[in-house]
């Protein structure tokens, strides 16, 4: 069931367009913020209010990157893996985190704290390697700072 | 003024707000473009030679022209394309977060020039710094009456909104971005009709960078010849923001002439390879640029000349290679990026890529046959500009052609040695 309060800020995105399925990516938005990920009941809601199959939903929240179908931690960790931090060694960065959290791309930390994702060029190449976790962005990483940033996430 | 689009910009990283950016001068091109009619706008855009900054160098005043500018359109939309996921590339994330009023003027004046109402800010979900300085901007340009009804008294009325994406390269194409905004999954859209025509909700619509539209205010304020002189290269008008990534002593970002050369920008700048390393290429523009190397430093960064040299000038930072790096190591890495950020569409390139990926990483791994080399060229050819839906697949091809083409070598010594020679043991 979505609550009141999802399906007001849902509702509200009726009327910045044309027709209400138009608003599908920011309704998925809405549900990850107030529940971290999209679970097949949230799909099931969602058809409901938006007058849409499931499946064409799924279709849309399977395209994206950054709506998690997957149960996710209080922070995820989004690694950047291309080119510039390829070269300024962001293989390092992955094995030292790894070794640390105990977890593999895609995996959460026993006590739901972390989860660590892959994710394309952040867009601070001049400061490679870099990460985010949540909204926030680290850069310049080495293992020293990672110990540092991962202290600071309850 | 010789860096119009970065003179605002502050040294100590934070944005630059209303107050601070009227005082600078801001919006005072606005003023001036709201005595104009929308035609001279565009004229003076057209004169002025800008190109789009978003890679394909397409020149903006000549798409803007493309907008019907009679008959009864129920909207018509603008949109600056903040997704800029293309790896290797990081100068809209500057503006956006350091001058947020210099884009919301420009787009201003451009949807006056086709006579647009309505105006999005499309930006990657991962930028939620710039998306927090943007949303607090068009706030305060909705409050002083820049945006909204009746801008500054006059008959104009325009509405900007900002989107946050939720992640996919793909969306940066600008067809698939108008389907992400419209809520669905982003595949490109077949052309014609062009989204001038036909686009956002099936109105017309321009799609513009970024950094193209950060130019705008200036051509309009200080016109067309000023613009043009900014630049070193003749008939490719203004300023280009370069950067540098990748093993050099000073990686960043500069605004300088158009068509300075890349040992300028590469050794003046970036100051030149760190200790101990030498350089070996470059992609000039971002991932889906063609190698350079040695021979080309000499060359002008302006959008012929790099194509005069095999590549593409694309986004203009610059991604360095130098000799402790394993070219195929890097292409691999640039392949695996490309295969999964294909949307799935066509065949060529939702399983040509991970196709090739797959023979790459035999290569990387050791594993790799001379014959692998020859698959490799064909799936260049395979997923050539004209064999594919859109221009992803051809992209991703271009640092695979001419890594095979300048250190094929190195993909030699890997398949004779069994082993990557930059591997340790
Ligand atoms: C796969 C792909 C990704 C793209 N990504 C971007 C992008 O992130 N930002 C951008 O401005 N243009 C991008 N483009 C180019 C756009 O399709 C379009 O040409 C551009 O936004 C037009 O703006 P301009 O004329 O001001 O350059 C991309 C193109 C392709 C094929
Ligand atoms: S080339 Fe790739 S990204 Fe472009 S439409 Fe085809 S599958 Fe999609
Ligand atoms: S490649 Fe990692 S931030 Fe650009």
Same mark, same amino acid.
């Given at each position: 069931?979505?609550?009141?309060?999802?399906?007001?800020? %849902?509702e509200h995105?009726f009327?910045?367009?044309p027709?209400?399925?138009?608003?599908?990516?920011?309704?998925?938005?809405?549900?990850?913020?107030?529940r971290?990920?999209?679970?097949?009941?949230?799909?099931?809601?969602l058809?409901?209010?938006?007058?849409?199959?499931v499946?064409?939903?799924?279709?849309?929240?399977?395209?994206y990157?950054? %709506?998690?179908r997957?149960?996710v931690?209080?922070?995820? %960790?989004?690694?950047?893996?291309s080119?510039?931090c390829? %070269?300024?060694?962001?293989?390092s960065v992955?094995?030292y985190?790894?070794?640390k959290?105990?977890?593999?791309?895609?995996?959460t930390?026993?006590?739901?704290?972390? $989860?660590?994702?892959?994710v394309?060029?952040l867009? $601070?190449?001049?400061?490679?390697?870099s990460?985010?976790?949540?909204?926030d962005?680290h850069?310049?990483?080495?293992p020293?700072?990672?110990?540092?940033?991962?202290?600071?996430?309850? | 003024? &010789?860096?119009?689009?970065?003179?605002?910009?502050?040294?100590d990283?934070q944005p630059v707000? !209303?107050?601070?950016?009227?005082? /600078?001068g801001?919006y005072?091109?606005?003023?001036k473009?709201?005595?104009?009619?929308p035609?001279?706008v565009?004229?003076?855009?057209k004169?002025?030679t800008?190109?789009?900054?978003g890679?394909?160098?397409?020149s903006t005043g000549?798409k803007w022209s493309?907008v019907?500018?009679?008959? #009864?359109?129920?909207?018509?939309?603008?949109?600056?394309?903040?997704?800029?996921?293309?790896?290797?590339t990081?100068k809209d994330?500057l503006l956006?977060?350091? &001058?947020?009023h210099q884009?919301?003027?420009?787009?201003?004046?451009?949807?006056f020039?086709?006579?647009?109402?309505?105006g999005?800010?499309?930006?990657?979900?991962e930028?939620?710094y710039?998306?927090?300085?943007?949303e607090?901007?068009?706030?305060?340009?909705?409050?002083?009456?820049?945006?909204?009804?009746?801008?500054l008294k006059?008959?104009?009325?325009?509405?900007?909104?900002?989107?946050t994406s939720v992640?996919?390269?793909?969306c940066?194409?600008?067809?698939a971005?108008?389907?992400?905004?419209?809520? /669905?999954r982003?595949?490109?859209?077949?052309?014609p009709?062009?989204? =001038?025509?036909?686009? !956002?909700?099936?109105?017309?619509?321009?799609?513009n960078?970024?950094e193209?539209?950060?130019n705008?205010?200036?051509? !309009?304020?200080?016109?067309?010849?000023?613009?043009?002189?900014l630049?070193?290269?003749?008939?490719d008008?203004?300023?280009?923001?370069?950067?540098?990534?990748?093993k050099?002593k000073?990686?960043?970002?500069?605004?300088?002439?158009?068509?300075?050369? +890349?040992?300028?920008? +590469?050794? #003046?700048?970036?100051?030149?390879?760190?200790?101990?390393?030498?350089?070996?290429?470059?992609l000039?523009?971002?991932?889906?640029?063609?190698f350079?190397?040695e021979?080309?430093?000499?060359?002008?960064m302006?959008?012929a000349?790099?194509?005069?040299a095999?590549?593409?000038?694309?986004?203009?930072?610059?991604?360095?290679m #130098?000799?402790k790096?394993c070219?195929?190591g890097?292409?691999?890495?640039?392949?695996?990026?490309?295969a999964q950020?294909?949307?799935?569409?066509?065949?060529?390139c939702?399983?040509?890529?991970?196709?090739t990926?797959k023979?790459?990483? /035999?290569?990387?791994?050791?594993?790799g046959?001379?014959?692998?080399?020859?698959?490799?060229?064909?799936?260049?050819?395979?997923?050539?500009?004209?064999?594919?839906?859109?221009?992803l697949?051809?992209?991703?091809?271009?640092?695979l052609q001419?890594a095979?083409?300048?250190f094929?070598?190195d993909?030699?010594?890997h398949?004779? #040695? =069994?082993k990557?020679?930059w591997k340790i043991?």
């Open positions: 069931m979505l609550t009141a309060l999802e399906r007001q800020e %849902i995105e009327k910045l367009y027709y209400k399925q138009a608003a599908c990516i920011e309704a998925l938005k809405i549900i990850q913020k107030h971290r990920w999209v679970s097949d009941e949230s799909l099931l809601d058809s409901v209010l938006l007058e849409m199959s499946e064409e939903i799924d279709g849309v929240a399977t395209f990157n950054l %709506i998690y997957k149960p931690g209080r922070h995820v %960790i989004l690694l950047c893996d080119v510039s390829f %070269i300024m060694g962001y293989e992955l094995e985190l790894i070794s959290l105990g977890i593999k791309y895609g995996e930390t026993p006590d739901d704290k972390f $989860t660590l994702l892959p394309p060029c867009g $601070t190449c001049d400061h490679a390697p990460m985010m976790i949540g909204r962005l850069r310049d990483l080495t020293q700072k990672i110990d540092e940033i991962l202290t600071k996430y309850e | 003024m &010789d860096r119009p689009l970065t003179k605002n910009i502050r040294k990283g707000y !209303l107050k601070e950016y009227e005082e /600078k801001g005072q091109a606005l003023k473009v709201l005595k104009m009619t035609k001279e565009t004229e003076v855009v004169q002025s800008l190109k789009g900054r890679g394909a160098g397409f000549l493309f019907p500018m009679e008959g #009864d359109f129920k909207h018509k939309y603008i949109v600056a394309n903040g997704d800029e996921m293309e790896p290797g990081f994330r956006l977060e350091g &001058d947020p884009l919301i003027e420009g787009m201003i004046i451009s949807a020039a086709i006579q647009a109402d309505i999005y800010v499309f930006i990657r979900g930028y939620t710039a998306a927090e300085i943007m607090k901007a068009l706030h305060e340009a909705l409050e002083a009456g820049y945006i909204g009804n009746k801008i006059s008959d104009f009325n325009f509405d900007l909104h900002l989107h992640g996919r390269y793909i940066g194409e600008e067809t971005l108008l389907n992400s905004l419209e809520g /669905k982003a595949n490109p859209r077949a052309k009709p062009f989204p =001038q025509v036909s686009g !956002l909700f099936g109105q017309p619509t321009i799609v960078n970024i193209t539209f950060c705008i205010p200036h051509i !309009l304020e200080y016109g067309p010849e000023w613009y043009q002189k630049s070193l290269t003749p008939g008008g203004g300023t280009k923001i370069y950067g540098a990534s990748g050099v000073n990686p960043g970002l500069w605004e300088l002439p158009l068509g300075v050369t +890349l040992r300028e920008i +590469l050794e #003046d700048h970036a100051g030149g390879m760190r200790e101990g390393l030498t350089f070996r290429g470059c000039p523009g971002g991932a889906s640029t063609d350079l190397v021979q080309h430093l000499d060359i002008k302006d959008y000349s790099v194509a005069a095999g590549s593409r000038l694309g986004t203009g930072t610059v991604i360095v #130098d000799d790096t070219p195929v890097m292409v691999l890495n640039l392949i695996h990026f490309f950020e294909s949307c799935g569409w066509c065949t060529p939702r399983e040509g890529l991970p196709w990926e023979i790459l990483r /035999k290569i990387e791994e050791g594993k046959e001379m014959k692998d080399l020859e698959l490799l060229e064909f799936q260049t050819r395979f997923m050539a500009p004209g064999n594919t839906f859109c221009a697949a051809p992209g991703a091809m271009e640092p001419s095979l083409k300048y094929r070598e993909f030699i010594n398949i004779n #040695d =069994q990557c020679p043991s």
